[in-house]
């Protein structure tokens, strides 16, 4: 399992995602259920700040802490020139 870790991790671009935002999205759900099946650490905050390329400077920010650990949290990203 380490070793899809590794390869995972490998396959981050520079700015610290994966090459499409699905990517991202299942390489971040791989992770933390990585993390939780092997108890590396208990996680009880954390700040995730998402910026979507189409929208440079415009960012998101979704905080987990104890009190809404178990909420499902959707950050919507709208490219204004696919609303016309």
Do not use: F
Not at 20 to 28: E, H, I, K, V
Not at 30 to 43: F, H, M, P, S, W
Not at 54 to 72: C, F, I, R, Y
Request: proline share 4%; charged share 20%; aromatic share 4%.
């Amino acid at each position: 399992m380490d070793r899809i870790v590794k390869w995972l991790n490998a396959q981050r671009l520079t700015d610290g995602g994966w090459a499409s935002t699905q990517d991202t999205a299942m390489a971040m759900k791989a992770l933390i259920e990585y993390t939780n099946r092997q108890r590396l650490r208990d996680v009880t905050q954390i700040t995730v700040t998402v910026e979507a390329t189409a929208l440079p400077g415009q960012t998101k920010t979704l905080h987990v802490n104890p009190k809404n650990l178990a909420t499902l949290q959707k950050i919507e990203v709208l490219c204004p020139k696919y609303l016309s």
